[in-house]
Structure formats: structure tokens, C-alpha cells
């Protein structure tokens, strides 16, 4: 079974340009989550769809990052503009059940560099 | 103070030793709770998930104690390919993970 898949795995834009990732989750997760680690800061947590809904939001640190999900299977996280704080590995995750009990299978990161 | 603590260490052991980490968590209303394994430059993999006291897989033991909000584990029989970085997980709100910032453990010939 193939698991959660990211592109680009590296990305060096500059500050002001647009970003795009892209999350390929498990098949059949219809929940997916997006964490972010910054330079020597612990994973935390940006966002969770259920399907194509967000059900929770309360990470994303400002509105230059819009996650979608359209038709809930991928999804995408753009930053726009990009800043510098904005560098580091994006990490997306799914699961197949939600609630305090779901186990989060993660992707092997979108590690962005704005220089 | 952090929502979910670890000693960082790093962890210098010997093949064939026990090893054992712990962590603490704040907030008392966690419900579940996970240990996961990074390797350098990877992604998070789930090693072991812990809902009731505790869980035992092999050389792996992760217990829980609710009452000093602290999970644990151990890791006997260690092998040169356990080197990584441990982190202690807690899901608080139902599909937030908090991660703890990790526990690195080498393990040495």
C-alpha cells in the first residue's frame, strides 16, 4: 500500500513569491492533516480536512497560507506572499479514523527554503 | 512551559543495553498518546500508541502514567538501527497531535 505522498520535496523560492505543496494521502484517509517544523521548533500542527471539509484551522499562523482539498482526495497548502519565517518542512499526515483514537501515517515532508 | 516535555539528550548507549525515556505532558484532559520514531531528514513514523496504561511490542514497552501525566519508553536489546530521534506525542483535542521536540539516541558498536 503506497502512503502519504509529497510534492516538491525540496522548494527555494524567494521572499514574495507563491509557493504551491501538494499532499497525496493514503487511499481511502479520508482525513489529512498539515504540520509544519520550523528551525529548531517542535512539529505543530497547521490544519485537519475531513474529506473535503476543514475541521480545524486553528494552526495556520496567518492568511498568506490557504490549504485545499477539492473533491477530498489531495491536497494543496499555498504560501502567498512567502516570508522568511515561513522556511521550513511541511509535513503532511492522514489517517483513516478521526478522534482521539486515529493513528496519523505522515508523508516525508515538503522542506521549503525562503530566501 | 511546553505542552509536552522530553529530555533531549542525546541518549549514548552500547548495543545490546535498555534504554529508557520519558515524557510529560500538561494538560490533564489528553486522552491518547503515541511515540514516534524520525530518522535524520525523514518523516515522523509511528512506533508504538498508547490508550490505556500501556503497550508492549517486541523490544518495545511504552507505559503511561495518567496520574504524573508522564508516558515512557523503554527499549531493551537496542540495535545499531534504533538510532533516531524519539518523539513523545499527545493528542488533546480529538485530532491535534502535540509533539514533544524529541529525544535523540544513539546507539553504538
Known amino acids: 500500500e503506497a502512503g502519504v505522498t509529497q510534492f516538491p520535496s525540496h522548494s527555494v523560492i524567494e521572499k514574495g513569491q507563491t509557493v504551491t505543496l501538494r499532499c497525496d494521502p493514503i487511499?481511502?484517509?479520508?482525513?489529512l492533516y498539515w504540520y509544519r517544523r520550523v528551525m529548531g521548533k517542535e512539529i505543530k500542527f497547521l490544519l485537519h480536512?475531513?474529506?473535503?471539509?476543514?475541521?480545524?484551522e486553528s494552526g495556520m499562523p496567518n492568511n498568506r497560507f490557504l490549504a485545499e482539498r477539492t473533491g477530498g482526495t489531495y491536497s494543496t497548502l499555498k504560501v502567498q506572499p512567502a516570508e522568511l519565517e515561513d522556511s521550513g518542512v511541511y509535513f503532511c499526515?492522514?489517517?483513516?479514523?478521526?478522534?482521539?483514537?486515529?493513528?496519523?501515517?505522515f508523508g516525508p515532508g515538503t522542506r521549503l527554503t525562503v530566501l | 512551559r511546553k505542552e509536552v516535555e522530553q529530555d533531549p539528550g542525546p541518549f549514548n548507549v552500547p548495543e545490546g543495553a535498555t534504554v529508557a525515556f520519558n515524557c510529560t505532558y500538561s494538560?490533564?484532559?489528553?486522552?491518547?498518546f503515541f511515540w514516534y520514531r524520525q530518522d535524520c531528514r525523514k518523516e515522523p513514523k509511528l512506533l508504538m500508541s498508547?490508550?490505556?496504561s500501556g503497550n508492549e511490542d517486541g523490544r518495545f514497552t511504552a507505559q503511561l502514567n495518567r496520574a504524573s501525566q508522564y508516558i515512557s519508553l523503554l527499549i531493551r536489546d537496542s540495535k545499531l538501527s534504533d538510532s533516531a530521534t524519539y518523539l513523545c506525542?499527545?493528542?488533546?483535542?480529538?485530532?491535534?497531535?502535540?509533539f514533544g521536540a524529541g529525544t535523540i539516541l544513539r546507539v553504538k558498536s
Open positions: 499526515a492522514s489517517s483513516l479514523t478521526s478522534g482521539i483514537y486515529n493513528e496519523q501515517f
Open positions: 487511499s481511502g484517509h479520508d482525513n
Open positions: 480536512f475531513v474529506k473535503e471539509s476543514k475541521q480545524d
Open positions: 494538560n490533564s484532559a489528553s486522552q491518547s
Open positions: 498508547v490508550y490505556s
Open positions: 506525542v499527545v493528542n488533546k483535542y480529538g485530532n491535534k497531535l502535540v
